[in-house]
């Protein structure tokens, strides 16, 4: 194949550490079960059909740290089955209830299916660890997998303590390493956040490339020939690919991407909310506010609240012709690169929240696979490949330092940053120099104190997710993005304290390991200065 230029698509899926032993039912853990109903096996499903098929494809898949710990663990991998077995259940009267309703009762039978085939896949093939589906995908060649920063922390707001960007990057590196058996190639950096500098710790860790948003690329010093259609060399060697605004927007938007289409299904109608309450009552939360069940019967139909019965084949048959599209676009986006570009063959850089697929967008799984089937039979234009494919070709790459950026509100952390959650740094930057102090003054910890040092490590990095400062900013669940800040912050604290007196509780110790077990192997001399 003689192409004119690549295609990278990314997938990064993300999911803040939410794990409550201490709660039978805790809402914040549906977050997980939500999106490996709706995202993580209609994708896996998808992948493994197109290699059984021998369809030729690469796709890049960054999987966080907080996300692995949560699908290896044990406590939710066994609540994840007992909630498919009430989304069941509750479809089963859904199909009893809507008998009469032919339209309606078509969708009930396609969601009993879909919760039955996932809990099949779950159990049955995934032993209820889904990380085995994605080493085995990464294993017959279509996907290359990498991680993010241990727990999604935004790195350019920690670099006033280097330490613990370091042990941020080589936390991750290390958990990947274990869990899919490859160091990771490359790492996604949580919300795109890139300060000048950070590169060298990814290179420390065997980083060879990550992402910026466009801007991050396109001011760059010095300017960049190519804009983001080339990666760039950092001086540390290791490489900055830059996102491509339109294909982004064709896919991102809701408004003027794909997933707004009248035709797909409308998210925000739900039976946890339209059905009669003492009817939901057993499928909502335990303080019986409503909540959202995954089972929704209308489509997006029109901006009124007026909303008309959902259509499975029209919408599928909406995905594959908007798949063409977007294989349309970018054959002709790399036509025209290639003639701007001469020898250098154009790369075009797609990457995407993995969770807008199948979650937010229903059909988006479909679209995915409809878009690398035509890609793969129907075109000759472009080819797709991962960042470490493109390095591989492309040895050579111009040296220039990308700008602080981020993607989100305005482009420069101004989301991670302001009113309602910069509070948080002040106490998160003391913990991170406590913990560069407790690194370095014990070179020959006891037992116990090795485990409080651990603990104090897991509690550092837990706080320093950059979900809990999004979450104050949007305004969604803040009293529990509050809580999680406070509760890690004072976690750690009573730990630096107890290790600097000598007089370490074994018992609340033991609480800590219990609630926040994430990285059980982690070594806390990473923040060794």
């Not at 007992?82 to 989304?87: C, I, Q, S, V």
């Not at 670099?159 to 290390?174: L, N, S």
């Not at 925000?268 to 335990?286: F, K, Q, T």
Request: glycine residues 6%; hydrophobic residues 35%; charged residues 25%.
């Amino acid at each position: 194949m003689d192409e004119k230029g690549y295609l990278c698509l990314v997938l990064h899926a993300h999911l803040p550490y939410v794990r409550h032993p201490e709660h039978e039912l805790f809402l914040e853990e549906d977050w997980l079960y939500e999106s490996i109903t709706e995202t993580y096996i209609p994708l896996l499903i998808s992948l493994e059909r197109l290699s059984d098929e021998g369809i030729r494809y690469r796709l890049t898949i960054s999987l966080s740290p907080s996300l692995v710990g949560m699908l290896k663990d044990p406590l939710l991998q066994d609540r994840y089955v007992r909630h498919l077995e009430k989304l069941t259940e509750l479809s089963e009267k859904e199909v009893r209830r809507t008998e009469g309703q032919p339209d309606f009762n078509r969708l009930a039978r396609m969601y009993l299916d879909r919760f039955s085939a996932a809990r099949e896949y779950f159990v049955g093939r995934c032993e209820k660890d889904l990380t085995r589906a994605f080493r085995e995908l990464q294993e017959r060649g279509g996907v290359e997998l990498i991680p993010c920063a241990a727990t999604h922390g935004y790195l350019p707001l920690m670099t006033v303590v280097p330490e613990a960007v370091r042990a941020q990057i080589q936390v991750a590196a290390d958990q990947h390493e274990k869990c899919f058996g490859r160091r990771p190639q490359g790492m996604w950096l949580p919300e795109c956040g890139y300060e000048p500098g950070v590169d060298r710790f990814l290179s420390e860790a065997g980083i060879r490339f990550f992402f910026t948003d466009a801007h991050g690329i396109l001011h760059a010093n010095p300017r960049p020939r190519y804009g983001v259609f080339a990666p760039i060399f950092c001086p540390s060697g290791t490489a900055a690919f830059g996102r491509d605004i339109e294909s982004s927007r064709q896919v991102w938007s809701s408004k003027e991407g794909y997933p707004g289409d009248y035709l797909y299904r409308e998210f925000y109608r739900d039976v946890g909310y339209d059905m009669d309450y003492e009817y939901v009552r057993p499928y909502i939360c335990a303080d019986g506010k409503r909540k959202n069940t995954g089972i929704k019967y209308y489509r997006i139909t029109g901006p009124s609240a007026h909303k008309e019965v959902y259509d499975p084949d029209a919408a599928r048959e909406r995905a594959a012709t908007h798949a063409g599209n977007f294989m349309f676009n970018r054959e002709r986006q790399v036509e025209h690169l290639a003639q701007l570009m001469g020898a250098r063959k154009p790369i075009v850089l797609a990457p995407y929240d993995a969770e807008l697929f199948g979650h937010w967008w229903y059909e988006g799984p479909e679209w995915l696979e409809f878009l690398l089937r035509k890609i793969a039979f129907d075109q000759n234009t472009l080819r797709l490949v991962t960042p470490s494919d493109y390095l591989d070709e492309n040895p050579t790459c111009q040296v220039s330092v990308p700008s602080l950026s981020s993607w989100g509100w305005r482009g420069y952390s101004e989301v991670w940053l302001e009113k309602s959650n910069d509070w948080i740094y002040p106490h998160l930057h003391m913990a991170a120099r406590r913990m560069v102090e407790l690194a370095s003054a014990f070179a020959d910890p006891s037992v116990l104190e090795r485990r409080a040092l651990s603990q104090a490590a897991r509690e550092l990095l837990l706080a320093q997710g950059s979900d809990w400062a999004f979450i104050m900013k949007t305004g969604t669940m803040v009293p529990y993005a509050v809580r999680r800040t406070m509760e890690h912050v004072g976690r750690f604290g009573e730990l630096y304290r107890a290790l600097k007196s000598g007089n370490i509780d074994l018992e609340r110790l033991e609480e800590m390991e219990w609630k926040d077990n994430i990285f059980p192997e982690i070594d806390y001399r990473v923040y060794s200065a």
